[in-house]
């Protein structure tokens, strides 16, 4: 759409099925100036075959063809195409059908034996203008929805921890959205503690990214902590977050991945329980190890059995548990991804950072990666848990 300048070259489109009044605007554009190229189109249907072989920066409508009449031209033309801006002409005695067909979306009337070479040129542009900066409210409240619902979903996957004072574990999360500005997908985690001051901490990944996908995150969320403050552990709990997610998934072909690790208040030993979701990495003391418990099959799958595992978590370590868009992405030319001995690699490169600065650099470190080759090709989630001294 181009802007008001008299250098513009505009294309404006003339429907009106009189040929004697479409010469006359005809020659009003021409003594108007600028550089505005005229089709003449006698009929709404010829009208709208103009518009899809070439669209206009502006319509010019005669509110009485003989296809068409009044208000429904103005309606047939936003069916047609909506960022079309219009300005309607009218007889002497239908000013008010031109006042209705601005009520109806057109930007501007125009009254036949009241129209002079300036008055057109003027209501051509200022409808441009007009109808840019209706579509520019549009795209920003489309934006405020977006944001607002971004900002739902956000709390819905990415809770605040659920912890008691001096809970005896130190938490670092991060999400990374796979484009900037994006939806969140359906990566999400959760971490509580029950009143024995076992701390319960998930990572999940529904299959895809999108509003449906998070909605679905959520749903699984909010039941694993509700399934665990209810008591449910180890393949008692996933079974329950199976039927939930055949219940609430947009698709048969639907499933989802999931790791949960309850970690007691004394021992070096915590449960693991692990539903086709990615191992974890063992980092601390200038080390990196991948730990990856034995488990069932994804949520989704047809599975029943998640036996929980026995883990350990020396002091002074943290278990960092992510999604499979950490390792996922291209790094190289054709197929080529990081992997998990990719990622691995990477992480020992990183061994000797503290916990958040490792979680922190380990992600930047893939996005730079990837940068290359298209960027991350999903979302990203990152858990690190360690045990702290109690005070």
């Not at 070259?9 to 021409?30: C, K, N, T, Y």
């Not at 002409?89 to 070479?117: F, M, W």
């Amino acid at each position: 759409m181009l802007a008001p300048n008299d250098g513009d070259s505009l294309s404006l489109l003339l429907v009106e099925d009189d040929r004697g009044d479409a010469i006359l605007v005809e020659e009003l554009i021409a003594d108007a100036g600028g550089d505005i190229q005229v089709v003449w189109a006698e009929s709404m249907a010829r009208a709208e075959q103009e518009i899809a072989i070439a669209r206009p920066d502006c319509i010019l409508l005669d509110l009485h063809l003989h296809d068409t009449d009044g208000i429904d031209g103005v309606n047939r033309i936003a069916k047609y195409d909506a960022t079309l801006p219009i300005v309607v002409l009218t007889g002497l005695n239908d000013e008010h059908v031109g006042v209705s067909a601005v009520s109806a979306g057109a930007q501007d009337y125009l009254i036949k034996d009241r129209v002079d070479p300036e008055v057109l040129r003027r209501a051509v542009l200022y409808a441009i203008e007009r109808k840019r900066a209706e579509l520019t409210a549009v795209d920003l409240h489309a934006s405020q929805l977006r944001a607002r619902e971004n900002a739902r979903l956000e709390r819905g996957l990415l809770p605040s921890p659920l912890l008691l004072d001096d809970p005896g574990v130190e938490i670092v999360a991060q999400y990374q959205p796979s484009r900037e500005n994006a939806l969140l997908g359906g990566d999400f985690y959760d971490f509580v503690q029950t009143p024995d001051r076992t701390v319960h901490v998930m990572i999940g990944d529904v299959a895809g990214h999108g509003p449906d996908e998070a909605a679905l995150g959520v749903a699984l969320r909010i039941a694993w902590r509700a399934l665990t403050f209810a008591g449910l552990r180890g393949s008692d709990r996933m079974r329950q977050l199976e039927r939930i997610l055949r219940a609430e998934r947009g698709g048969r072909g639907i499933f989802a991945t999931v790791l949960s690790l309850a970690i007691p208040p004394e021992g070096p030993m915590i449960t693991a329980v692990r539903a086709g979701h990615p191992g974890m990495l063992l980092h601390g003391g200038g080390t990196v190890d991948w730990v990856e418990p034995a488990g069932g099959p994804a949520l989704g799958l047809h599975g029943s059995d998640w036996t929980p595992q026995q883990v350990e978590l020396p002091e002074g370590k943290g278990l960092v548990l992510l999604t499979d868009g950490l390792f996922e992405g291209h790094i190289g030319s054709g197929n080529e991804r990081l992997g998990e001995e990719g990622l691995l690699e990477l992480a020992r490169s990183l061994a000797a950072l503290p916990g958040r600065a490792f979680v922190h650099a380990l992600i930047n470190a893939v996005e730079e990666r990837a940068a290359a080759h298209g960027g991350i090709s999903d979302d990203i989630a990152v858990v690190r848990v360690e045990r702290t001294p109690r005070a």
